[in-house]
């Protein structure tokens, strides 16, 4: 899930299983090199090929974001819950087949 860089703390603390995309803990996630991709993400930076990059499936953002807009128009996602604080998005399933990585056979098939 991407989600508001605000709301990171609180959504790890809140469900251990939701892997969140980023939080407080800025320094791990600049090592990684997931804070500037988040940067370009707020920028609009290739936002489809970073989602894509991170398999993304869920957006939880502000409504007023620009991201929100632009998942909001683009038919890959549907908002699936919005009030005045929060927009959760998710990816429609052909556009998460298409992100997925291939899934690999243990059975040699």
Do not use: C
Not at 18 to 39: H, N, T
Request: charged residues 20%; negative net charge; aromatic residues 14%.
């Amino acid at each position: 899930m991407l989600n508001f860089y605000l709301w990171g703390g609180y959504l790890g603390w809140n469900d251990r299983n939701v892997k969140v995309f980023v939080d407080s803990r800025v320094d791990i996630f600049e090592y990684a090199g997931v804070l500037q991709d988040y940067l370009d993400l707020l920028a609009l930076k290739q936002p489809k090929s970073l989602l894509d990059k991170y398999h993304i499936r869920y957006v939880l953002f502000p409504p007023a974001e620009p991201l929100t807009y632009v998942l909001e128009h683009d038919p890959e996602w549907k908002v699936i819950y919005s009030d005045q604080l929060s927009v959760m998005l998710e990816r429609t399933a052909e556009a998460s087949a298409a992100a997925a990585p291939a899934a690999k056979s243990t059975t040699g098939h």
